[in-house]
């Protein structure tokens, strides 16, 4: 995917989100929470759950200085 399809992707996403949030009355932790929850189980259903763990991992904190991964 080129990096503007990725960023019209990732907004529709942020979008949904949000509609979601509004729509059930719930608090975004609770809302992420359960997307996580399905998006693992996704991926350990089609077997890329340890990979997708690995990504998960290695999100980068946005609020250290230099952006760095502690492992």
């Known amino acids: 995917m080129q990096n503007d399809k990725l960023s019209k992707l ?18 975004p932790l609770t809302l992420t929470s359960i997307m996580l929850a399905r998006l693992v189980l996704t ?15 290695n999100i980068p904190d946005p609020r250290l200085p230099s952006n760095e991964v502690i492992h």
């Open 10 to 27: 990732a907004f529709e996403v942020d979008d949904i989100i949000a509609g979601l949030v509004i729509k059930y009355e719930i608090d």
């Open 43 to 57: 991926n350990d259903f089609t077997g890329s759950g340890d990979d997708f763990r690995k990504i998960i991992a």
